[in-house]
Every structure is written in C-alpha cells, then in structure tokens.
C-alpha cells in the first residue's frame, strides 16, 4: 500500500514536468536545425570594392577564389588575382605593385621576401599579399589562364585578398 501511494506520488509530480521539458527541448532542438539547414554556413567575403580597386593597378590576366573552413560553420573566400603590369618592371614587381597600392591608400603592413602584406584605413577588414607570380604556387586553374594569355611571367604579380 505504502509502495502505491508512493508511485500515485511520484506520477503525479513528475509527469506534469516531463511533458512541458520535452516540448521545451524538442523546439529548441528542431529551432537551431531550421537555423542550420535553412540559412546555410556563414561565408565572409571580400568587398567586391576592394576587388575592384586593385584590378585597377595592372591588367588582370586571371581571377580565381578558394572557400576555406575558418570555425565551425563559418568559412572564408580568399580572392587571387594576377596583374600584369605595363612597361619595363621585371626588376622589382613588388615595389611596382606597392607604389600602385599606395596610390589607392593602402599601405605596407609587414614585409617578408618573397611577399608584401598590405592594409587600407579604408578597408579595415581587408588583407592584401603581393609575391611574385614565379615564387607562388597557384592552383591549375589560375596557372591556366596566365598561360592562356601569352605574356611575360616577369611581369606578372599573385595578389591574394582575405576578408
């Protein structure tokens, strides 16, 4: 008898709990899958602005982009682009790309041969690196197009842009 009035007890505090703690779990759970599956990963990417501004140094021989995993369900697209500069640079196609940059504000952040790092107060959120195209490793694609157009590699820079 003691055993009964025990479970009646027990049922009677316990499954009035239960149900509203399932309900609760049970739309946050299908809440975060709507948010997962039906808005998709966030992907960061580079300003098409900025894009623009630094097509503007040279003639852009070929353009590519890579989506790379950042944290969990953020991913970031790196932008590559080679320019061809004009005229006799095949000394120092850095300094030629930075003197171009610099006309446009950005300015040299770090510098580790074989590459330069650059910023913008305009674009704060922006990363810019500049190597010679014959000391980078691009992907096929990019390879392709710069063969495609039949010009001089020497005068030729690898720009790659981070958001």
């Known amino acids: 008898m003691a055993l009964s009035r025990i479970n009646n007890c027990l049922k009677s505090v316990v499954a009035p709990l239960v149900v509203p703690l399932g309900a609760v779990l049970l739309v946050v759970g299908l809440g975060w899958a709507a948010l997962y599956f039906f808005f998709g990963p966030d992907v960061r990417r580079v300003d098409p602005a900025v894009l ?14 890579s989506m790379l995993h950042e944290w969990e369900n953020t991913y970031v697209e790196m932008n590559d682009l080679v320019i061809y500069f004009d005229g006799n640079v095949k000394d120092d196609i850095l300094a030629a790309a930075e003197q171009r940059l610099n006309q446009s504000g950005w300015s040299v952040s770090r510098r580790e041969p074989p590459e330069i790092w650059l910023e913008s107060a305009r674009w704060p959120s922006a990363l810019v690196t500049v190597e010679q195209l014959k000391k980078t490793h691009m992907s096929s694609d990019l390879r392709e197009q710069v063969a495609a157009t039949g010009l001089p590699m020497d005068n030729m820079a690898y720009i790659s842009v981070l958001p």
């Open 52 to 65: 623009s501004e630094l097509r503007t140094i040279g003639r852009v021989v070929g353009e590519d982009a």
